[in-house]
């Protein structure tokens, strides 16, 4: 992947001061946003499966179409940076993203499942144009050695978002649609149907308005650049080492991605799950209020897990979680009522470290190689477009035991943490940063 003029992406340099610490404030609104929209579709699905009668498939395959895009859209956005610069790509990332949005309210009027596909898939090309740049500058601005806790602390922000948006989501899409009021089970007519394609209008409206306003100000924000000499060296450097020597990369990539399938498959199943009546039996709107806990767990998850690895190693961290989220998991799939339901709003205190750390421990030591390191690991992200692969299988055995993939995925973490995060090469090199005004 091409080095990005603006970026980050090759050594460890220190911040230059107050400048970098307001830019990852704004970063932060970023992080928000994002984990913000992403999780809209855990009330979107079961929305969408109520208004155009999906089977679990059909629903988890609109999921599919949104990670598929980090894996088309990860190498053009590199591109697209190295050719128009760090801030004007974070501006155009937020640009594709709200004119996705509006394209939900289209799809909606419609209506048009089609549409909607292609509209998620606008969104999340958006966002990961925004990702290729934004993980690897809050993972390397800063001491090496705290890399980790320091994208936890601001990925924070990013379960803030994924918290806030059920409520956001529950109130204006299921609570203002027939499907998602009725008692589970009922059967719609068509014109309850369309009816309740129109509840999605008004918060992709929000969103799309939310979006533009953002742009504009990272538009007229003095962000910070590491200068081109940082840029120099990595296209110097990077031909004469190689990825693959890289335990730490090989070995993340694949956790990255199967992370992905975990978090992703819990999060857009979490309301069906629920709301069965052998194991919450409420309404789906009721259900996807719960689904808060789940996210907010993720962000106390985060703060908590900020904290330890300020004095405790990183890749210990994952292994204690990734054991907790595999116990809380098997407890989801062989227990029944309420405990299975805290069973798997639990699981996301102990998912919420994972990404943040993993990313780190996999780019750590890769030097000038950092920003090819980083462009394949955030297509990893990718891994969400397998969740299609457990609707499948829940519509085959049953929506419960379909979560024994996600205790499997557990048991890779694991290994990662354990064995595959050691570091066996490292280029890392301490250079100076050079702050300028604009990107």
């Known amino acids: 992947m091409p080095q990005v003029p603006g970026s980050i992406g090759s050594v460890s340099p220190q ?9 990852l404030t ?15 579709n855990g009330t979107l699905l079961p929305h969408l499966r109520s208004v155009f009668d999906l089977s679990y498939f059909q629903a988890t395959l609109i999921e599919g179409v949104w990670f598929i895009a980090y894996f088309f859209a990860s190498i053009p956005s590199a591109k697209l940076i190295e050719r128009i610069g760090y801030q004007k790509s974070l501006v155009t990332g937020l640009g594709i993203m709200a004119a996705g949005a509006l394209g939900m309210t289209v799809a909606a009027s419609l209506p048009s499942y089609g549409v909607t596909l292609a509209m998620l898939f606008v969104i999340a090309s958006g966002i990961t144009l925004l990702q290729v740049a934004a993980n690897p500058y809050v993972a390397v601005v800063g001491p090496a050695e705290t890399a980790s806790s320091r994208l936890n602390l601001v990925q924070a922000m ?22 998602g009021t009725a008692a589970h089970g009922t059967v719609l007519t068509e014109a309850e149907r369309l009816a309740d394609a129109q509840s999605v209008v008004l918060p992709y409206a929000i969103v799309a308005a939310v979006l533009v306003v953002l742009a504009i100000i990272i538009a007229r924000f003095p962000l910070p650049t590491m200068g081109s000499a940082t840029s120099r060296v990595a296209k110097e450097d990077r031909h004469n080492h190689s990825l693959w020597k890289h335990r730490n990369l090989v070995w993340g990539i694949p956790a990255i991605f199967i992370y992905l399938v975990a978090e992703i498959g819990v999060g857009n199943l979490f ?27 993720m962000m106390v998850g985060r703060f908590i897990g900020s904290a330890i690895m300020q004095k405790v190693d990183a890749a210990k961290v994952l292994a204690g979680f990734s054991i907790g989220a595999f116990v809380v998991m098997l407890g989801a799939v062989f227990l029944d009522g309420p405990v299975a339901m805290w069973s798997l709003i639990l699981v996301g205190l102990f998912h ?33 477009a397998l969740v299609p692969l457990q609707g499948k299988i829940a519509d085959t055995i049953g929506l419960q ?25 490292s280029l890392d090199q301490p250079v100076e940063a050079e702050a300028a005004p604009r990107a």
């Not at 990662?416 to 995060?421: F, I, T």
């Open 15 to 23: 911040p230059a001061g107050a400048s970098y610490r307001s830019a």
């Open 158 to 179: 990013n379960s803030a978002g994924t918290m806030l948006a059920p409520l956001f989501g529950s109130f204006l899409i299921l609570g203002r649609s027939k499907g």
């Open 271 to 297: 309301v069906n799950f629920v709301s069965q009546p052998d194991i919450g039996d409420m309404t789906t709107e009721r259900a996807g209020q719960y689904l808060t806990l789940l996210w907010g767990g």
């Open 352 to 384: 919420s470290i994972m990404f943040p750390t993993i990313f780190t421990l996999a780019i750590k030591g890769l030097g000038p190689l950092t920003e090819e390191g980083s462009g394949l690991l955030i297509m990893a992200i990718a891994g969400g």
């Open 26 to 40: 704004l970063l932060a609104s970023l992080f928000f946003m994002w984990g913000f929209i992403t999780v809209i």
């Open 401 to 425: 035991p379909s979560f024994l993939i996600t205790v499997a995925c557990e048991v890779y973490i694991l290994f990662y943490a354990l064995w595959g995060s050691k570091v066996t090469v």
